[in-house]
């Protein structure tokens, strides 16, 4: 894989998007092979390689998809580590807002899909290892950590 330092996020997602089709269409080569996908056996009950598939393009799928996922992981590093320059330097210039910045950069700005009104104690989401979101608090995009999983209270946030 070559330099990604030179990306801009844009450039990052869409490289992200491109490694993650191409990994969707290595794994329907996979499945269209007696879907012996990424684990499944190579070899017959006696130790001789199946003849009733392509062990080629098996073999060859499930390389290409090892190394894709590798590839995957250096530009979702790559991303984040873009966006968080990009908020660093917005709270450093205190001009910009994070939706401004991210609009700037090509980065997609979802539309509210929850509202949050508290966190309960004890709740999974004040327990448990969180997944970063970004909220709009006051007009203001925050970003926060939440982990939605079941729990005993109402709903699956917590």
Known sequence: MESLAGLSAQELIKRKDDIEEEIRTQLLILDGQKSVGMDGSLIDAEGFPRSDIDLYAVRTARNRVICLRNDHKIVMAAVEKKIHDMHAEARESGKAT?????????????????????????????????????????????????????????????
Request: hydrophobic residues 40%; charged residues 15%; positive net charge.
């Open 98 to 158: 994070n939706e401004q910045t991210a609009r700037q950069s090509g980065v997609p700005v979802s539309k509210a899909f929850a509202k949050i009104n508290s966190v309960t104690d004890g709740s999974p989401a004040a327990l448990a290892r969180p997944v970063r979101v970004t909220v709009n608090r006051n007009g203001t995009a925050v970003g926060l950590f939440l982990t939605p999983r079941p729990w005993g209270g109402k709903g699956v946030l917590g």
